[in-house]
Every structure is written in C-alpha cells, then in structure tokens.
C-alpha cells in the first residue's frame, strides 16, 4: 500500500498565460498535468513522467498488451535508431525528411530516430525471409518511444518530440489475408477504448505518407483537437471533415455536428509499399518469390494519457477511465486529536487499506492520504483535484456500531453524494467492481454505427 | 496457450566464423541466440529482439521492478534526449563525448541520447526544488533504452550501442541517509541475482567517470567476460583484479583464482557530483539551501539476457534461470499416426497443455510442440537446444492406464532422465514449483562472504 505523503509528486501553481521551459500553457492536459505533479517539461516537446503518470501508462500498456495479444500479436523490440538507408530506398528519408530527428555516429554512419518502423520490419522480414507462405499470417509489435522532431512541439503530451507508442505490423500472402487481420486488430482496438470508456469514433482516412489501399484514424472527441470530424448525433456515424461547414448524414439524413477531435490510434493496409523496395518476400504455394502483403497499426500512448484527460477532466480537476486512473481508490482518515480519531484511529485506517487491497482485490491501487494534520474537507478538496474515482473517508459514522464508512465517485464535477456503507458492504462494493474484467466486454457494442 | 509452429523465431545456421551484417561472431551468447532465432542484428551493435527473447526480457523487467520497488522505488520515465548544456555544466560531454550519440534538432539545439541520465535526474530535482528535507530520502527509477557509440561493438547484446538499463537515483539529506538507501537497494540487488541463480558477485570499484565516493560493481562469473576477478575459491571472497597474478586471500589465506566476468549492475554513491554544479538542492531544518547527496544505481537489462546464457548455455544450446526462460514448460506429444497417437492424441495433449497453464498456474508459461508430424526424438533434440527447463513428453507410457508423462529437467548438458508421472502427479509436482515465490528468499544466502 502506498502512502500519499511518500508519492512523488511535485505540484506547481501555473500563473495565468504562463510560459514554462519556453512552452506555452494551450490546453487543459497540458496544465492539470503539470500543475498535479504528474508530469515536467525538460524542453521543447520533451516531458518527464513522474511517477503516478508512470502508474497510467502502465495500466494503458497492460490492457494494449492484453487487446493485440489477443489479436494474436507477438511482441519484439526494434532499436529506435534506423539505418538511413532503409527510409532512403522507400524515399520516406526525402519525403518525411524535416520531420526526422538524425544522428551520425563516430564512423559517419547516418541514422534516424525512428517516428515509426514500417522501414525497419521490412528489413527483418527480407533479412529472415523469404518466410514460408505457411508461416503467415504474421503479427508482430512492440511498445517504444518513437521521435519527431516537431517544428512547433505544442499541447504538451498530445504532441511532443519523444512519446510512447504501440506499432504493430501484419505480413501476409494475399489482400484478403491483410484485410483479415486489419479487422482482428480493428476489434482489438474496440476493445481497448471500450474499456477505457472513451468516445472514441472510427473514420476513414486517406493514407497519407503511409502509402497503401486502407486507412483508419481513431479519433477521440475532444475540444483541445486539431482535427475535426462531422458526427451524427442520431446514428452516431463519423467522418473526417476537411470543410467548415456541416454535411447530412449519408445514413439517416439527419444534420450532421461539426466536433474537434484527437487522433490516437491509425490502422493501414500498406500492400507491398514497403516490402517491395526493401524486398520483404515470401514463398509462395508455387515457390514464386512474392512481396508481402503489409498492414500496420499504431496508438499512441503518451497521447492517449493526455487525450484522456482533455476528453473528461474539467477545467480545475483531473478525471479518469476507472481502468487507468493512478489509483483507483483513496482512502482519508479522520483528523488526527478528532473524535473520529479516538474511535477509528490510524491503525484502524491501515488495516482498511489492507483489506481493500487484499480482500477485495484491489492489489497496490489504493492508496492512504496520510496527511491527518488536515482536516477531512482540505483532503476531499486536494482528492477531486486528482480525480481519485473512488474515495472513501473514515468520518462520523465511524464512531457507530457497527461503523459505516462513506463511498464518494467521481462525476465530471466534483464526486457523487456519499454512499454509507459498513465494512463488509465496502469490502464487497469494491471486491465485485474489482473482479469485472472488462477488456471482455463485447467489441460490437462500440463504435456500432460508423463509416467504413 | 502458444503453439510452437505460430511463433517467430527464425532460425538459422551460422558457417564458422561467419560475419553477420559486419559484426564478427566472438562468444556463445551472440551465436546462440542468433542461431536459435531470438535476436536479430540490424547493424553494428544494434539488435531486433524477437519474440522468444523478448518474453526473457518482459520476465526480467518484472523482476527488477519487483525488487527495486520493494526497496522503495519509484517509477518514472526520462526522455532520452537531454540537452547537450546539461553535460556541458557537470564536463561529463567533454570527458566521454566520444561515446556519446549526438542529436541537433531543426532549430540546432544540441541533445544527446543518454546512456545515463545523472544530469536529467539532478536537473528534475532542481526544477522540481529545493526539496524539504521531509521529502527525502527519495528513490526514483526507470527502465528504457541508453545509448552508447562503441568505438567496436562487439559480443553481441554484452556490448551494444543501445540496449536496455534500470536506472535508478536516490536523493538525499546527508550521506548516511544516502548509505541506508545505498543499503536497501544492495539487498535489492542480492534478491534479484539470487531468483535469478545466477553466480553474481558484489566487488568495491574506483568511482571513474561517474564520480562519489562508493561504488561497487556486480560482476557475473562467465568465460566471456572482459573484466577479470580475483577470486577465494574457499571463502567465495572476490576483488577485480587488475594485475595478472592471483593473490592470497585477505580473509582465509587461500591462493585466490582469475576469473573472467561482466559486468551487469553497478552502484554508486554520488554525493554533490551532479547536484552541485546543476543545483539541485533541498532545504535543510534550518531552512538552509544544500546540495542533494545522490547515489544512483544501474542494471542492463539486455546485458544480463545475453550474461546469464554465457553463464549457463553448453556450447550447442541454450540455458536459462528458470525465472525468466521464455517457457518454463514445452509439452511434446507423440507422432501423428503413432500407436499413442492413436490412444494420446492432439486433443489429450492440448488439454495436458491447458491444465498445465489453468490448474498448475503456469499461465502463458506452457507451449505446445506441435509439429507432430517429426518424431518425438527429433522435437526433443530441437527443444534441448532452446533450454526448456521442464520438458513433458506425451510418450510410451501414455497408453498404460493409468497414462503417465516423462517429465525431463535441463541439466547443463542434455536433460535428466524422465521421471514417469501420472497426470494427478505431474499436476501437483509442476504447481507446487509454479507457486514458490522465489523473490522471497533471504537475501542473506547470496553474495555472503565478499569484498567491503
């Protein structure tokens, strides 16, 4: 069990219009999470995560493990530093060029900081190859920092010069086989943001610098957005919007909304725009020498942490997906020299921390505000900041018998009435909310209605 | 439950002396692993990890955090870019620049690739500060990738130009309090070799280019290793040893032997080398600005994959610490069209394999031999040179009734003879063994007699 006074978190009081290590304040996330103590601009475009941050991206790697995995992804680690060489022969070193942060060895041997790795997988795949048409369809990832030397680093995590991204690629014998996996991951993908219970919509997208037939962005509404979409409030079908005005929908006919959005997630099918130039083969049933069919998929993790919270924080307090959110439960003790004090004293508080991580299966996310100097409101207070879902005090009914203990959730402003309950009907609220797995939810149910 | 057939590890047979994308093939580590398809080289000194070694790396990662958090650390994430100025104030980017990569981004801001980050930590502490002395001691950690030019990378993931590390950083009041975490993160240290059972030993070593005032190096006692150890055959006492002659031991008077060894963690402690010159300090009882005292500590991760197969590997196949071989258990059935097959058929070892996983508790620790069209000698000498630790073979015996499995242990060459187990047996031997939690042990046993 954690205790608050040991995490650390260093706050910070942003002045208005503030400008921090020469970046400008321009969004929400970017200042509850500098103010909160979760995370520190070293630069331009570059941040620390500090510890309870940490905490979320571990949570939000876990289930992205747990979603590709089960999507049949097999997990490797590339080197971030790609040979030029590789982007020279695909021509992305030319095309992307401005984007790419460069190093040069001591022998003069040039090489990027990879953005991403389609390059660098086909370069495995013609290393190790030809590979059998039987040992297809192939499904590797990996979880990396990826860099891009962004010209104008803005909006702190939503769009920095090193962030953590899953990359996944697919190789494969055939469009059809390509296609069968874009839609595996595609349900992964479903799965994930269902979990992390965020409005989360898919549209078609063109495939850009990528190359390839088949592109979808995942994009996340949000105001902070630099993209923007046309909803449909009836049928909930999506698009991407390049024009300002507002279209019908082509399902219902109803008008159609015009929404910022965040891109977290993208998926292609790439063809052979990369295993051709770098000669990624495979033996085909006839032993004919044949590029592979490529797909890639990628989310962007540090992103997501962000666009999470500019999706459901409100202007002073940070809120979270009950999946990743640092800790799920706080607990605050009486005042310490209080008559609640008397009765259910620290020792008391511990024990209910031990129980809640132990009995009701909420193993190291709980966590105990051990500031009793304070008074109960002043902690309450400091606790919406954070966004705590759950928070549990140890106040007058305590002193009852048997006590009863007061259950607050969080609500996008500020938390819900509390819910007087005894220890045991505690330990079983928060043992069945514990024991819900709910990556395996059905994927249907989200993003039902949406553009192909 | 994993199939052999569905995963990458592409194979592959090395002519003597062979030369791999310009890197000569020097020790057993670089050979067998590249060999048995768990690493790849993409250039010189840099690796694709695939996907067998990379399930060893996600085991030791959990490993390390287990015990560097159980000592009271906490996570957190560094860029690994730092800014060159930073280097610049401490003179460390004078003293090792030439092992350093260099990065300059489009507005010609100059930034390393950090293959340690004293400096980012110091100036976090700085910005973040002054700390009260209330706030300390404080232990902070990550784990990512580092970053150094090797004038000649050579051993393959012994001495790479990126590889993965923990590192760690405490920060101080005083520098007894810096001796008490230096403390708990040994005991750290002596946990996680001993899971490992890896014949680790602690040497005091000069403080070099890092600085401070104690440092000691863990050294693993292994044929390829670079550094040289003098060490007590009787009192398991061990010193580095820069001279070519053995000496007596100091302690039992015994002729001391040279052993070769590598290096895999070291630790330090720092004082105001860094806080100092990029003043990170906290603020004392008496209110008064000081310098923080700092130790930090360092394990590669990569390294120390590629240190235990040196450690234990024969030299045709591979060997693992149980803790961390990709599998703990391969299950062989017998020959497609074989009189057990007929008895024993896919159907009985698939549910051998799901028992194994779901009532043994060796879950996504089991896999499935399934080219069952080779003879099950044939799948047995395969698997020998992987170092499966537990082999169950569906054999013979499998039509008797009750049926019984041969259940072989890796020993350093080949495997034990079978034990015949019935499947009520082998259930309950493989449980208990899956249900020791061995992290747990007295850390005490390891490292026992060594030097200061």
């Known amino acids: 069990m954690r205790y608050l006074s040991q995490i650390f978190q260093p706050v910070l009081t942003i002045p208005k219009d503030a400008i921090i290590k020469n970046t400008e304040i321009t969004c929400k996330s970017q200042k509850l999470l500098l103010e909160c103590g979760l995370v520190r601009p070293t ?76 390059e660098a997988v086909a370069d495995l795949l013609a290393d190790v190859g030809p590979l059998s048409y039987k040992q297809l369809p192939l499904l590797l990832y990996q979880i990396s920092n990826k860099y891009r030397d962004e010209p104008r680093p803005k909006h702190g995590l939503l769009r920095s010069r090193e962030f953590s991204m899953l990359d996944a690629y697919g190789a494969h014998a055939s469009p059809e086989c390509a296609k069968e996996t874009y839609e595996r991951v595609t349900n992964a993908y479903r799965k994930l943001f269902q979990t992390l219970e965020l409005p989360i919509y898919r549209v078609a997208a063109p495939s850009g610098a990528m190359g390839g037939s088949l592109s979808h962005e995942w994009q996340l509404l949000a105001d902070a957005g630099e993209d923007t979409l046309q909803l449909c409030p009836e049928c909930k079908s999506a698009m991407r919007s390049e024009q300002d005005s507002s279209r019908q929908c082509v399902r219902c006919a109803s008008e159609m909304q015009l929404v910022n959005s965040i891109e977290v997630g993208h998926t292609f099918v790439l063809g052979a725009r990369y295993s051709e130039p770098l000669r990624a083969h495979y033996a085909a049933v006839d032993a004919a020498s044949t590029p592979l069919h490529m797909s890639c998929y990628g989310i962007g993790i540090t992103r997501l942490l962000a666009a999470s919270v500019e999706a459901l924080a409100n202007d002073k307090a940070l809120r979270w997906p009950e999946a990743i959110a640092p800790y799920r439960v706080l607990i605050i003790g009486p005042k310490e020299g209080s008559k609640e004090w008397a009765v259910h004293g620290w020792e008391e508080v511990q024990g209910l921390g031990e129980e809640l991580e132990n009995e009701a299966g909420l193993y190291s996310d709980v966590v105990l505000d051990d500031r009793h100097t304070h008074t109960i409101g002043r902690r309450m207070k400091a606790a919406d900041r954070m966004g705590y879902p759950i928070i549990v005090v140890c106040g007058r009914s305590t002193t009852e018998q048997p006590p009863r203990y007061e259950l607050y959730r969080s609500k996008r402003v500020g938390y819900s009435a509390p819910v007087l309950l005894t220890r045991a009907e505690l330990l079983a609220t928060l043992a069945t909310e514990a024991n819900v797995t709910k990556v395996e939810v059905n994927p249907k149910e989200i993003c039902a209605a949406e553009s192909s």
């Open 43 to 118: 630069g331009s475009g570059l941040f620390t995560i500090l510890p309870l941050a940490r905490r979320v991206l571990n949570k939000l790697e876990a289930l992205v493990i747990r979603c590709i995995e089960e999507a049949g992804a097999q997990r490797m680690s590339l080197p971030s530093l790609t040979a030029a060489r590789l982007w020279e022969k695909t021509g992305r070193l030319q095309d992307v060029g401005a984007e790419l942060m460069k190093v040069e060895d001591r022998h003069g041997k040039k090489y990027i900081l990879s953005p991403t790795h389609e």
